[in-house]
């Protein structure tokens, strides 16, 4: 059996009061879930202490939003895995369409990262997915596939969890269809030979479609943005009907 895991990525939303004032309405509301599912909110780094605070006890993994490779070094505005260690961060975002975008990340970053992440013992979740324009002109596979076998090239994925959000779908309200999702995420568990590895759908995730989403079998779980902001949202995501 894969895990299943429920990440947020709240990305630069949410000061330290706010993420206070959330965790008192979400801590309550998740009581209750299945223990088999995994929880994970992934802040900006300001938020991480007062996240881990909040959680402890919860069984709720802490994720940051990236990390450099190095232990320390003349990086300016970077942060590195003993920093996060610090702070009790057990996962790490790795690769997202919008570090790609704006900020440089390549598949060859994404590797030297990912191989940071796990050799600090945390989590990556490793973000891949494709473009409008790459979908259209039938690329969706040879680009997400190339995403893989650059980004994950050598490393042991007995850790990593895999997200596919096609950029498309990020924050525009046009979930992938279900299927296609499912679709796309069987094609990338047979790429990397990951029969364990849990794969998660991200892009427009909301309580309206996350049941639908996790009826599907290859879909391990869900990478949340903008429906991770509020807390009863959230935690209806996380409490999704099987
Ligand atoms: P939305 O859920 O806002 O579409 O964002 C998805 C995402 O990028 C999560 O990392």
Known sequence: ???IVIAGNWKMYKT???TREYLATFVPMIQNRSSDRNVVLCSPYTSLETLAEGLEGQ??????QNLHWEKEGAFTGEISAPMLQELKVTHVVIGHSERREYFGETNQTVLKRTQAVLAANLIPIVCVGESKA???NNETETFIFQQLDEGLDGVNLAQVIIAYEPIWAIGTGETCESEEANRVIGLIRQRIKGEQ?????GGS???TNIDELMAQ?????ALVGGASLEAESFARIVNYVD
């Open 217 to 221: 079998p290859e879909i391990d779980g």
């Open 1 to 3: 059996m894969r895990s």
């Open 59 to 64: 069984n709720v993994g802490v994720g940051a």
């Open 134 to 136: 790459q979908r259209d």
């Open 197 to 201: 590895v849990p794969i998660l759908y």
């Open 205 to 207: 995730v909301k309580p």
């Open 16 to 18: 330290r009061a706010q």
